[in-house]
């Protein structure tokens, strides 16, 4: 941790002294139009090249800050024309003021000019600033703007890699050879004691793997769909749980609606994986719509053996919607229940 802290410290000071360095280069070539009298004392020099130099620091310094504090406040990518605007509207303002308080101040500092007598000729030389101004934000613009739209190209390659490992996961994991396991002992056990059942519980199965397979390509799926998936999900564990689990899911579904696929699924499957579900304590999960959005509730009665949380499947969730929509994956938790607010997503016809 020390060697790297000291390998930040020196990059930092190499960063400084390059900038310095890149002010007083500017600022000694500009200085004809700093000043553009005759340069007959070494005293006349030293004034003259200060006087350049704190007009070039400070024009870079808050061209830096300005441009910065923007890039936060307004996006290149959904707003180019107005984020170069307003960039060069502030640039250019500053750069004037800046400008006019350097001079002002180094014709008090040196020559006891007072403000009212000097600010004629502060005002008369701003036009330097400004096309410096204009000069640097052309270019810090420029600089700008192909920056942010080649992060947001890098982002979005990353989001949709984040896509394809989400839906991997999907097949991988969402349906977990727990769950397998467990279904097939159900199902054993149905086999000698209720035959008609044990058929259904098989059809169901069949149902579920194949949906599975059918969403693994897919961004979005139709509610409807999605609805008769987590059904059959739902019958399967409350076959297994009997008494110990209440899944209740009633909502309507509108033409031209989708979700994620197997969004459901996780939600109650998070539910179960984390809870307790008895006779004693039965599990309630319910699935109800609120405006554009599923609700998933359920009671929380946290298991006294708890399984590892990783949070991984919420996130990935979190994930796939903000590829897909503008609208956001919702968790609310409280003394008593937890809570997920899922967005359904409208197709245009």
Same mark, same amino acid.
């Given at each position: 941790m020390k060697i790297s802290v000291e390998k930040f410290k020196k990059t930092l000071t190499l960063k400084n002294a390059k900038r310095?360095?890149?002010?007083?280069?500017?600022?000694?070539?500009?200085?004809?139009?700093?000043? &553009?009298?005759?340069?007959?004392?070494?005293?006349?020099?030293?004034?003259?090249?200060?006087?350049?130099?704190?007009?070039?620091?400070?024009?870079?310094?808050?061209?830096?800050?300005?441009?910065?504090?923007?890039?936060?406040?307004?996006?290149w990518v959904k707003r180019p024309v107005f984020r170069?605007?307003?960039?060069?509207?502030?640039?250019?303002? +500053?750069?004037?003021?800046?400008?006019?308080?350097?001079?002002?101040?180094?014709?008090?500092?040196?020559?006891?000019?007072?403000?009212?007598?000097?600010?004629?000729?502060?005002?008369?030389?701003?036009?330097?600033?400004?096309?410096?101004?204009?000069?640097?934000?052309?270019?810090?613009?420029?600089?700008?703007?192909?920056?942010?739209?080649?992060?947001?190209?890098?982002?979005?390659?990353?989001? &949709?890699?984040?896509?394809?490992?989400?839906? +991997?996961?999907?097949?991988?994991?969402?349906? &977990?050879?727990?769950?397998?396991?467990?279904?097939?002992?159900?199902?054993?056990?149905?086999?000698?004691?209720?035959?008609?059942?044990?058929?259904?519980?098989?059809?169901?199965?069949?149902?579920l793997y194949r949906y599975v397979l059918m969403v693994r390509n897919e961004d979005a799926i139709a509610l409807t769909r999605e609805k008769e998936f987590a059904e059959s999900f739902a019958f399967l564990l409350q076959t297994r749980f009997e008494k110990g689990l209440d899944i209740s899911?009633?909502?309507?579904?509108?033409?031209?609606?989708e979700v994620v696929p197997m969004a459901l699924q996780l939600l109650i499957e998070n539910a179960v994986k984390h809870n307790e579900a008895s006779v004693e304590n039965p599990l309630k999960v319910s699935v109800t719509r609120q405006g554009d959005f599923l609700k998933v509730t359920n009671n929380l009665q946290p298991k006294s053996l708890k399984e590892s949380a990783t949070k991984k499947?919420?996130?990935?969730?979190?994930?796939?919607?903000a590829f897909l929509s503008d609208k956001t994956l919702e968790v609310h938790k409280t003394e008593h229940t937890f809570e997920v607010i899922l967005p359904i997503l409208t197709v245009e016809a």
């Open positions: 310095f360095l890149i002010i007083l280069v500017l600022s000694t070539v500009f200085l004809p139009f700093v000043y &553009n009298g005759t340069y007959d004392s070494p005293q006349k020099i030293s004034i003259v090249v200060l006087w350049s130099f704190l007009i070039f620091l400070t024009q870079f310094l808050g061209h830096g800050y300005i441009i910065a504090f923007l890039d936060k406040k307004i996006s170069a605007v307003i960039g060069i509207v502030c640039i250019v303002v +500053y750069a004037s003021l800046a400008f006019m308080a350097v001079d002002l101040l180094m014709n008090y500092a040196f020559f006891r000019r007072i403000p009212y007598t000097s600010f004629k000729h502060a005002l008369d030389s701003s036009w330097v600033a400004v096309v410096i101004a204009i000069v640097i934000s052309f270019v810090l613009t420029t600089i700008g703007f192909f920056q942010a739209w080649k992060n947001s190209e890098v982002a979005k390659e990353q989001l &949709n890699t984040q896509i394809v490992t989400h839906k +991997y996961n999907a097949l991988r994991d969402q349906i &977990n050879p727990h769950f397998l396991f467990n279904s097939l002992n159900v199902l054993s056990d149905l086999v000698y004691e209720d035959q008609d059942l044990a058929v259904k519980f098989i059809r169901q199965m069949s149902d899911i009633d909502f309507k579904v509108e033409p031209n609606e499947g919420l996130e990935n969730l979190k994930n796939r919607y």
